[in-house]
Every structure is written in C-alpha cells, then in structure tokens.
C-alpha cells in the first residue's frame, strides 16, 4: 500500500531513503549544537545565548567585559565636540574672476576633524570654474580632481552644496584651512561656492583618547 501510494507522489524508494537520512543529519547536528552551546554556557557562566549560531558566540566571548565609549570621531562627533559648517557663495564676472570661499583658523587647543568638503558653480558651457584647496599654505587633496588633468578641481558633484566630498583630515589647532576659486573670463556673473564640514574637539580630550586613561 505504501508503495503505492509513493508511486502516485512520484517518490521512489530511494528518494524517501535518502530524504530520511537528510533529515537524521540535520536532527544530529541541531543536538550537537544544543550539546555545545550548553557546554558554553557552562564554563563562560552566561545565558541566554540559544539563539546565538556557536561560532559567533564563540568569537564574542572573547569581548566579555569590554565596552564601546567613543564611535572613531573622525566620522562621528563626539560628545562634547563643536560642530562646524561654513559655506560661502559668490557671483563673480570680468574683471574679478578670482575669490575667497573659505578661511578657516582651526582655534589653538583644538583639533579640527575635516569631515568633508563640497563645490558648487553655476558655469555655463565655455566656462571653466576651479577651486585650490590648502592647509596652511599647501595643496590639500592631491589625488581629488580630474586624472586626465593633473588632478585640477574643476568639477563639482551636484547642484548644490548638499553633496559632499570626504575629507577625513584630523586638522591641529592653529592650522589655517582656505578654498580659493576662480573662473575663466565671462561677461556674465558665475556662481562659485564652497562649503567644509566636521567638528572641534579638545586638545585635552584627544590627549585622553590617546593615552587610554
């Protein structure tokens, strides 16, 4: 009779042989897995882990105890720290086709983290806008810009300031941060603008970062 009936669900009997012992090996390591997490829980003195695949917990156990006080500040502020956001925007046409966006002196006992930057311009085809970036005097960012033209900046990423470059610069206090920019001649104002973003910290607080105390 059961024969028959495995002949009408299109089953052999060896395919039921075979669908039998899969499921006594998936039985088999489900009691394993039961006999290992039991064993942990045992000698590490902890709970409520069934749940938890035993490798990970195996690899987690190895963190008991530890903490996490401080996401990495160079992409998230910290507690305490300044939030900075400058943005400027300019119209310029002939004869003044050169101005400065930002200039920004990171305050003394601080540490500035440069999260990112962004450009804009409004130029119209013919005309060519360009930013120059520095920190204190020098050329910041040598490899943002355009491959095929020894990286100048001469294109920005959208239509506004919203669309953000990383940076990801931890800037000491003192140091002078400034975006010039500049377009080719026009006989109509152009739009150029420039925007940096992150936060200050204390130098007193990074010294307690650094030392671990």
């Given at each position: 009779m059961s024969e028959l009936k495995n002949q009408k669900l299109g089953l052999h009997t060896t395919d039921l042989d075979d669908i039998f012992e899969?499921?006594?090996?998936?039985?088999?390591?489900?009691?394993?897995?039961?006999?290992?997490?039991?064993?942990?829980?045992?000698?590490?003195?902890?709970s409520g882990v069934d749940s938890i695949p035993v490798d990970m917990f195996k690899w987690m156990t190895q963190y008991?105890?530890?903490?996490?006080?401080?996401?990495?500040?160079?992409?998230?502020?910290?507690?305490?720290?300044?939030?900075?956001?400058?943005?400027?925007?300019?119209?310029?046409s002939s004869p003044n086709t050169?101005?400065?966006?930002v200039d920004f002196e990171v305050p003394t006992q601080m540490?500035?983290?440069?999260?990112?930057?962004?450009?804009?311009s409004d130029v119209p085809k013919g005309v060519e806008a360009?930013?120059?970036?520095?920190v204190n005097g020098v050329?910041?960012?040598?490899?943002?810009?355009?491959?095929?033209?020894?990286?100048?900046k001469t294109l920005a990423l959208g239509q506004d300031l919203s669309s953000e470059i990383d940076a990801l610069q931890e800037i000491a206090g003192g140091s002078r941060i400034t975006i010039e920019g500049t377009v080719t001649d026009s006989s109509i104002p152009i739009t150029i603008a420039a925007r940096i973003h992150g936060w200050l910290v204390s130098s007193?607080?990074?010294k307690i970062w650094n030392s671990g105390s």
């Open positions: 899969m499921a006594k090996e998936q039985k088999d390591l489900a009691r394993q897995r039961r006999a290992d997490i039991a064993t942990i829980k045992s000698s590490e003195g902890m008991k105890g530890i903490t996490v006080e401080h996401f990495p500040p160079h992409l998230f502020p910290p507690r305490g720290s300044i939030t900075v956001d400058i943005r400027e925007s300019y119209n310029l050169q101005i400065m966006l540490v500035f983290f440069w999260r990112s930057y962004s450009l804009f360009e930013w120059f970036i520095k050329s910041a960012f040598k490899y943002h810009g355009s491959s095929m033209d020894n990286y100048r007193n607080t990074m």
